[in-house]
């Protein structure tokens, strides 16, 4: 979100357009008239125009059922620079859901037009297409173009990864990092020591489900501190798929809140890299 604020306060920014209306990861395509595809990630993509202020931003999303997704719209966005929240009720008709939403990012106001797909795919929830102005703006032809491409929308199966459904399919991925300090007076009357440790353990399951386990420990000692102890476990689950996109091998995860993460993976040295941590692979019993 923070991109999209930093595109609206450069209204005289000048780009180069990609000619494609095909975004990286997301398995849709659309007609986006004379919006162009200016910043493309997984999951996520941003358009631009020539002459129109404010982006349309289209991101992914992993919500089955439109309730859930109702709550998402109603609930706004906050974050440490941008506020929104629904101005209007949630219209929903369909497999799709509106709202209008107004807000501020650092003390400018602004306004928005959110549109909502749910889709009966398996490889792909639905999308989620916005539009942020400044609130003085007129945004007449952004919720023309929102609703265009909306009305628009495909969806295009992904292309699977054999390899990558096999190597990870049953198996586990385990990243573990340790840290450990200690300094003391040169007589001795002082001292502290410190050690942290933190483990995460990703599951694969081979009827594509997964689930996540972490856990971090810090214990810091010495002279008055002795038994401080900082501890913390979480755990998550969903479904995940390997995919060919473009010339990336990509792990597509799906969680239970409905976020949708995109995931490059590789293997390195006997490593498997993913997320930017080193991974070890191991066997798994824990499936069904």
């Given at each position: 979100m923070n991109r999209l604020i930093t595109f609206i306060l450069l209204l005289a920014l000048s780009f180069s357009y990609q000619a494609q209306d095909k975004p990286l990861g997301i398995p849709i395509q659309f007609d986006s008239g004379s919006w162009k595809l200016m910043n493309d990630d997984f999951g996520s993509c941003m358009l631009g125009h020539e002459v129109l202020s404010g982006p349309i931003l289209i991101m992914e999303h992993g919500h089955e059922t439109m309730n859930q997704l109702?709550?998402?719209?109603?609930?706004?966005?906050?974050?440490?620079?941008?506020?929104?929240?629904?101005?209007?009720?949630?219209?929903?008709?369909?497999?799709?859901?509106?709202?209008?939403?107004?807000?501020?990012?650092q003390g400018i106001a602004l306004k928005g037009e959110a549109i909502g797909l749910i889709s009966n795919s398996d490889y792909c929830k639905g999308t989620v297409i916005m539009t942020v102005t400044m609130e003085s703006e007129d945004n007449t032809k952004q919720k023309e173009a929102i609703n265009s491409i909306a009305n628009s929308v495909t969806y295009v199966k992904?292309?699977?990864?054999?390899?990558?459904?096999?190597?990870?399919?049953?198996?586990?991925?385990?990243s573990r990092d340790s840290y450990s300090t200690n300094t003391s007076t040169p007589d001795g009357s002082y001292y502290t020591g410190g050690s942290s440790s933190s483990s995460n353990t990703i599951v694969f399951c081979?009827?594509?489900?997964?689930?996540?386990?972490?856990?971090?420990?810090?214990?810091?000692?010495?002279?008055?501190?002795?038994?401080?102890?900082?501890?913390?476990?979480?755990?998550?689950?969903?479904?995940w798929s390997a995919l060919e996109i473009g010339s990336n091998n990509v792990v597509k995860m799906i969680y239970k809140d409905g976020t949708v993460v995109y995931h490059p993976i590789s293997r390195e040295n006997g490593f498997y890299y993913m997320a930017n941590d080193e991974y070890t692979k191991g066997p798994n019993e824990s499936c069904e």
């Open positions: 109702q709550k998402v719209f109603e609930s706004g966005y906050t974050d440490e620079n941008m506020t929104l929240f629904a101005s209007s009720a949630a219209l929903v008709s369909g497999n799709r859901i509106s709202m209008s939403l107004t807000g501020n990012s992904p292309k699977e990864s054999e390899t990558w459904t096999q190597k990870l399919g049953g198996y586990k991925l385990v081979s009827n594509g489900s997964f689930s996540i386990s972490s856990s971090s420990y810090t214990t810091l000692s010495g002279t008055g501190l002795d038994g401080n102890l900082d501890q913390s476990n979480d755990s998550d689950e969903g479904k």
